[in-house]
Each structure stands twice: as C-alpha cells, then as structure tokens.
C-alpha cells in the first residue's frame, strides 16, 4: 500500500478547515433552533402557566374618542394572600410609557375627550383604601397605583405585577384608567400622568 504524507502545516490548514466548517454548521443548527423556539413562544399564551387558575375580575379596556383603536384585557387573580395581575393591550401609541390606575368610581363615563373634564371623567380620582392626610392616601402608595405600561413599536403591551394593598372586594366594580403620560410617582394627585386614553371596569367572573 502507499502512504502519502502531506506536510504538517497543511495538515493543520485542513483541520482548521474543518474546525472551522463544524462551528458554521453548529451556529446555524442554533440559530434554527431559537427561531424554532420563538416562532412556539409567539403561538402560544404568554400566560399559559396561569391557564390552570380561573381568575376573580376581568376588564375590557376600550380607548377614548381621541385614541379608539386602544383595547386591551386585565385579569385580577388571588394568589397566596395578595393580587396577581395581568394585562395586555392593543393599538396603543408606539414606543411609549403610560400611566396605569385603578380609579374610584363606579362607570368609566364618556370617552369624548372633547369636554372640559376630558375623556372618563366619570372614572373617578384614583383609589385609596386610607383615611386622606395619610401617607398610604397619597400618590403613590394608594390602592389604585400601579406600575406603568410599556408600549413597543407595534403598539403593544403587557404587565404582571403581584400587589399585596387590596383585596379582590376593593378592586371589584372599579375602573381601570391607563394615561397618556408616563407617572411620574411623585406629583398629587395622579403622578402627572395626563390625559385618559382608555377604560375598563372590574367585573366579577362567576
């Protein structure tokens, strides 16, 4: 038989070679395979591991005259003593931060913004469960505060928070505000979070 001896560096230039061709093949197998991945993720409930649990409120929030392709849904569960919410909306303005509150009243109202009082004015000053003068009375440590909404370049936003300051009861019938404006969690009595762009009310789910 005959042998065929190659030098040693081009030895090593073709196991390099071949290093090199294995790494393109397993970057690519990857990158296949977090597509694959996200394509799943996008297909399915982001809040699938809730699905099991039946939640205590539900809120359709639809926008003001102003904003009308806003829309969205929250979803109040009680979980282990406190509030486990979950949000998601639609059509909203792009790359933005928003206010989101739970308000007092008992109807969202007009969503003409065209009036003096502006869009739901009938939605109510934000909820707090504590004597006025108190510290938990005021902005932003009240029972209505919550954290801000985060909209991407499509328009879309989701939140969950886990809150422990109200009860399914206190939030039961309540509105659900989201601003124009980030809050700022400072200013009285609403964290200067502007205009009302959408409304929903909290309603049991029997």
């Not at 397993?26 to 799943?40: L, P, V």
């Not at 009680?78 to 790359?95: I, K, V």
């Not at 109807?107 to 913004?113: K, L, M, N, R, V």
């Not at 902005?139 to 809150?163: C, K, Q, R, T, W």
Request: proline share 7%; net charge negative.
């Amino acid at each position: 038989l005959a042998r065929i001896y190659l030098p040693e560096r081009k030895v090593q230039h073709m196991q390099n070679e071949q290093a090199e061709q294995n790494l393109y093949e397993t970057a690519g197998a990857e990158q296949t395979e977090r597509s694959e991945r996200s394509e799943t993720r996008s297909s399915v409930n982001r809040f699938a591991y809730m699905s099991a649990e039946a939640p205590a409120l539900r809120g359709e929030l639809r926008g003001s005259a102003d904003h009308p392709t806003a829309e969205g849904s929250i979803f109040a569960y009680w979980l282990d003593g406190a509030l486990y919410l979950q949000a998601e909306l639609l059509g909203l303005p792009p790359d933005r931060v928003f206010g989101f509150h739970i308000h007092d009243g008992i109807i969202c109202g007009s969503p003409d913004s065209g009036g003096a009082s502006g869009a739901f004015a009938e939605a109510g000053p934000h909820l707090s469960l504590c004597p006025e003068g108190t510290w938990c009375g005021r902005h932003p440590y009240h029972a209505g505060n919550l954290p801000p909404i985060f909209s991407d370049s499509d328009g879309y936003a989701a939140m969950e928070v886990y809150i422990g300051k109200a009860l399914i009861s206190d939030y039961s019938g309540k509105p659900i505000i989201l601003h124009d404006m980030p809050d700022d969690f400072s200013t009285q009595p609403s964290g200067g979070s502007g205009k009302r762009i959408a409304c929903g009310i909290f309603t049991e789910v029997l």
